[in-house]
């Protein structure tokens, strides 16, 4: 099994040759990921009505989804930022070193700010702005307290680890590096 990877409008997936994509994921249209990004098992992005940009070195982990709006600036992911499982981004904003928790989302011209983080489960409401260095839980999201620097750490601890694991995949053969 391979990741499918398809153009529409005319628009194919524009993907750095040091990414990588697992088998079972699916990309579709107006979408671009850096170099060292993983997206992982499962994960469905469709940039038909809108864009994608995933930056350097982001992890998005398995059956998460990516979409777009036609109305907004569409979904912009920054280096580094850690996109736990089965999270469902729809045309917002991730900034450098922000993490998204397991199943949570993060809804249309919202922004996560730098080293900020969203709790496993929240649900980040349209236009909402979660700042730096602080976490937001619950659904809809609140502000429940400021990082820890033990936090902010793992921030850059997990985006690092799946940097690393993208490559033993990758070494071992496993999943496909694009364009192969």
């Not at 809804?107 to 260095?133: C, F, H, N, Q």
């Not at 793992?154 to 070494?171: P, Q, T």
Request: proline letters at 6%; aromatic letters at 6%; hydrophobic letters at 40%.
């Amino acid at each position: 099994m391979t990741a499918t990877v398809l153009p529409f409008r005319g628009i194919a997936p524009r993907i750095d040759p040091a990414a990588f994509i697992a088998p079972g994921s699916n990309l579709m249209g107006d979408i671009e990921i850096g170099p060292g990004s993983s997206v992982w098992l499962g994960c469905q992005l469709r940039g038909d009505v809108n864009v994608i940009r995933i930056g350097e070195k982001v992890n998005l982990q398995d059956g998460s989804v990516v979409h777009v709006s036609s109305k907004g600036q569409g979904t912009l992911i920054g280096d580094r930022c850690t996109i736990g499982h089965m999270v469902l981004l729809h045309d917002c904003i991730l900034e450098a070193d922000s993490f998204v928790g397991m199943n949570a989302c993060v809804m249309d011209g919202a922004v996560v700010e730098s080293y900020a983080m969203v709790a496993a489960g929240a649900l980040v409401t349209p236009g909402k702005r979660i700042p730096s260095g602080e976490l937001w839980g619950g659904r809809p999201a609140r502000f429940m307290r400021d990082l820890t620097e033990a936090e902010r750490a793992e921030i850059d601890r997990i985006a690092k680890l799946y940097f690393d694991l993208s490559r033993e995949y990758l070494a071992a053969g496993v999943g496909t590096p694009p364009n192969s």
